[in-house]
C-alpha cells in the first residue's frame, strides 16, 4: 500500500459544504509508514508526519505546496533529520508558521532512551527547498521525557511537549530573537497541582502570548477525566503564567479531556474522545482578555456511534471548528455565526475512497477555507 494518505478539502459557500481537491500521498510511500499521522497547514503549505517511514525507521515528513490557489498540490520537499536513526518517531507531531516547521522525534534518545527531541526546518526559497535550522532538546532532557510528543509554533514561540517528563510530564517554551537563527528555551511550564501520570503536555497549542497543554489523565473530574491549562506571557515570552485550568462541566472518569487541544485567538477547544457517546469536544471562550475562560459549547457528532473516537483531533480558525474521529472514518465542521455563544455542525467530511480501517480523521488541520485531514493507515 501506499502507507496512508492526506486529503485536502475546501469550501466556497462558507461551510456549508466541503470538497475534495487532493488526494496526497508520499512519493515513495511503502505499508505501514503511518503518513498522515499528524497534518499541519499554513497558507499554501501542507505538512505530513510519516513516523514510521522505512519499516519502522526514523521518520520523515514530507511538504506539499499548491502554486494554482489549491486546485493541485504537489511534493517540494522531504525533510529528514540530520541524525536521524531508528525508532525516533521523527514527524509524529508536525507544526508550520510562516517559512518555519516544527517537526517532533519523542523517540529519539541523545540524553537517554526516549528523552525525544524536536527539529526546526526554514525555507528562504518560497517553499522550493527547507534546511534544517535547530534541533530542539530540553535543558533537563530525561530519559523517557518524550519531549517533541507534542509541538506547535507561531510567530517566534515554538512549545514542545513532554508528557513523560519527571512523571507528571510539562512543556517547553523556546525563543527566536534572530530571526530563526537559533532558538532558546525560555520557559519550562508545568501545572500548578502537577501529579504524576496527568500526561501533562500530551498536547500543545500556541497563539500569540496564549499556550494551552492538555493533561489528558488529570482527574479532578474522576479518574483520568482530563484537564488542560491555559499560560500567558505578559513580557514578550521572558516568563509565563497559569492563569487557567479548563475542565468539562461533566467531566467523567476516562474521558481524555485534553488528548487535543486547539487555540485561536479567544477561542480554545479541547478534544475528549472518551467522552460520552462516540467522544466530544468542548469550546471555551474568553470575554475578559484571557484573564478567566467559560464553557461555551459542547460538541458531539449528529450521528455519534460508539467507538467513533471523535475529538481525537481538534483545528480551529476563526469561527469554524474542526473535529476529527479515529473510529468514525470522518472530521465535522462547526461554525459559529454568534461570536461563539453556539455552535452548529454544518458539515460531515469524509473521503471520496473511504474504506474501514483507514483511519481518516485521526490527524485535522484547517487554514481559511481549507481542511486537511490524515489517514495514516
Given at each position: 500500500?501506499?502507507?496512508?494518505?492526506?486529503?485536502?478539502?475546501?469550501?466556497?459557500?462558507?461551510?456549508?459544504?466541503?470538497?475534495?481537491?487532493?488526494?496526497?500521498?508520499?512519493?515513495d510511500?511503502?505499508?505501514?509508514?503511518?503518513?498522515?499521522?499528524?497534518?499541519?497547514?499554513?497558507?499554501?503549505?501542507?505538512?505530513?508526519?510519516?513516523?514510521?517511514?522505512?519499516?519502522?525507521?526514523s521518520?520523515?515528513?514530507?511538504?506539499?505546496?499548491?502554486t494554482?490557489?489549491?486546485?493541485?498540490?504537489?511534493?517540494?520537499?522531504?525533510?529528514?533529520?540530520?541524525?536521524?536513526?531508528?525508532?525516533?518517531?521523527?514527524?509524529?507531531?508536525?507544526?508550520?508558521?510562516?517559512?518555519?516547521?516544527?517537526?517532533?522525534?519523542?523517540?529519539?534518545?541523545?540524553d537517554?532512551?526516549?528523552?525525544?527531541?524536536?527539529?526546526?526546518?526554514?525555507?528562504?526559497?518560497?517553499?522550493?527547498?527547507?534546511?534544517?535550522?535547530?534541533?530542539?532538546?530540553?535543558?533537563?532532557?530525561?530519559?523517557?521525557d518524550?519531549?517533541?510528543?507534542?509541538?506547535?509554533?507561531?510567530?517566534?514561540?515554538?512549545?514542545?511537549g513532554?508528557w513523560?517528563?519527571?512523571?507528571?510530564?510539562?512543556?517547553?517554551?523556546?525563543?527566536?530573537?534572530?530571526?530563526?537563527?537559533?532558538?532558546?528555551?525560555?520557559?519550562?511550564?508545568?501545572?500548578?497541582?502537577?501529579?504524576?501520570?496527568?500526561?501533562?503536555?500530551?498536547s500543545?497549542?500556541?497563539?500569540?502570548?496564549?499556550?494551552?497543554?492538555?493533561?489528558?489523565?488529570?482527574?479532578?473530574?474522576?479518574?483520568?477525566?482530563?484537564?488542560?491549562?491555559?499560560?500567558?506571557?505578559?513580557?514578550?515570552?521572558?516568563?509565563?503564567?497559569?492563569?487557567?485550568?479548563?475542565?468539562?462541566?461533566?467531566?467523567?472518569?476516562?474521558?481524555?479531556?485534553?488528548?487535543?487541544?486547539?487555540?485561536?485567538?479567544?477561542?480554545?477547544?479541547?478534544?475528549?474522545?472518551?467522552a460520552?457517546?462516540?467522544?466530544?469536544?468542548?469550546?471555551?471562550?474568553?470575554t475578559?482578555?484571557?484573564?478567566?475562560?467559560?464553557?461555551?459549547?459542547?460538541?458531539?457528532?449528529?450521528?455519534?456511534?460508539?467507538?467513533?473516537?471523535f475529538?481525537?483531533?481538534?483545528?480551529?480558525?476563526?469561527?469554524?471548528?474542526?473535529?476529527?474521529?479515529?473510529?468514525g472514518?470522518a472530521?465535522?465542521?462547526?461554525?459559529?455565526?454568534?461570536?461563539?455563544?453556539?455552535y452548529?455542525?454544518?458539515s460531515?467530511?469524509?473521503?471520496?475512497?473511504?474504506?474501514?480501517?483507514?483511519?481518516?480523521?485521526?490527524?485535522?488541520?484547517?487554514?481559511?477555507?481549507?481542511?486537511?485531514?490524515?489517514?495514516?493507515?
Amino acid at each position: 500500500g501506499t502507507g496512508g494518505a492526506v486529503y485536502v478539502l475546501r469550501t466556497s459557500d462558507g461551510g456549508a459544504t466541503y470538497a475534495q481537491v487532493a488526494k496526497l500521498t508520499a512519493s515513495d510511500g511503502a505499508a505501514n509508514d503511518e503518513f498522515g499521522i499528524s497534518v499541519a497547514i499554513d497558507g499554501d503549505t501542507i505538512v505530513v508526519g510519516a513516523q514510521h517511514y522505512n519499516n519502522g525507521g526514523s521518520g520523515v515528513v514530507y511538504v506539499f505546496l499548491t502554486t494554482d490557489g489549491g486546485a493541485t498540490y504537489g511534493q517540494v520537499a522531504k525533510l529528514t533529520a540530520a541524525d536521524a536513526a531508528v525508532n525516533d518517531r521523527f514527524g509524529y507531531s508536525v507544526a508550520i508558521a510562516g517559512d518555519t516547521i516544527v517537526v517532533g522525534a519523542h523517540g529519539d534518545d541523545d540524553d537517554g532512551s526516549d528523552s525525544g527531541s524536536a527539529y526546526v526546518f526554514r525555507t528562504t526559497d518560497g517553499g522550493a527547498t527547507y534546511g534544517q535550522v535547530a534541533k530542539l532538546t530540553a535543558s533537563d532532557a530525561a530519559s523517557g521525557d518524550l519531549f517533541g510528543f507534542s509541538v506547535a509554533i507561531d510567530g517566534n514561540t515554538v512549545v514542545v511537549g513532554a508528557w513523560g517528563d519527571d512523571g507528571g510530564g510539562s512543556a517547553y517554551v523556546f525563543l527566536t530573537t534572530d530571526g530563526g537563527a537559533t532558538y532558546n528555551q525560555v520557559a519550562k511550564l508545568t501545572a500548578a497541582d502537577r501529579n504524576n501520570n496527568d500526561h501533562f503536555g500530551y498536547s500543545v497549542a500556541v497563539d500569540g502570548s496564549t499556550i494551552v497543554v492538555g493533561a489528558r489523565y488529570d482527574d479532578d473530574g474522576g479518574g483520568d477525566s482530563g484537564s488542560a491549562y491555559v499560560f500567558r506571557t505578559s513580557d514578550g515570552g521572558v516568563t509565563y503564567v497559569e492563569v487557567a485550568k479548563l475542565t468539562a462541566d461533566d467531566a467523567a472518569a476516562s474521558d481524555n479531556f485534553g488528548w487535543s487541544v486547539a487555540i485561536d485567538g479567544d477561542t480554545i477547544v479541547i478534544g475528549a474522545y472518551d467522552a460520552g457517546i462516540g467522544g466530544a469536544a468542548y469550546v471555551f471562550l474568553t470575554t475578559d482578555g484571557g484573564a478567566t475562560y467559560g464553557q461555551v459549547a459542547k460538541l458531539t457528532a449528529a450521528d455519534a456511534a460508539v467507538h467513533d473516537s471523535f475529538g481525537i483531533s481538534v483545528a480551529i480558525a476563526g469561527a469554524t471548528i474542526v473535529v476529527g474521529t479515529w473510529g468514525g472514518e470522518a472530521a465535522y465542521i462547526f461554525h459559529t455565526s454568534d461570536g461563539g455563544a453556539t455552535y452548529v455542525e454544518l458539515s460531515k467530511l469524509t473521503a471520496d475512497d473511504a474504506a474501514s480501517w483507514d483511519d481518516f480523521g485521526f490527524s485535522v488541520a484547517i487554514d481559511g477555507a481549507t481542511v486537511v485531514a490524515g489517514a495514516y493507515s
